[in-house]
């Protein structure tokens, strides 16, 4: 889809150094797919659960020695 939009001339240089894209079109496309992914992972949160019983480093050496 065509669209016109004012992007401000620094922020676009710094997307385009920031992803290693090669066009402005690039920049723009991977900007959004990063924002999207961040705010879906974000939007999951609420399903995770909480647990609250981590092994300790020592408990996990132990483990680890034992096999």
Do not use: C, W
């Not at 705010?39 to 034992?66: C, I, P």
Request: no cysteine; glycine share 2%; net charge positive.
């Amino acid at each position: 889809m065509k669209t016109t939009v004012d992007i401000p001339d620094d922020l676009l240089a710094d997307a385009i150094r920031y992803t290693g894209a090669k066009t402005k079109r690039d920049a723009v496309v991977f900007a959004l797919e990063d924002y999207n992914r961040r705010q879906h992972m974000a939007s999951m949160t609420k399903y995770l659960g909480t647990f609250d019983k981590f092994a300790t480093l020592t408990e996990l050496n132990e483990s680890r020695a034992s096999r």
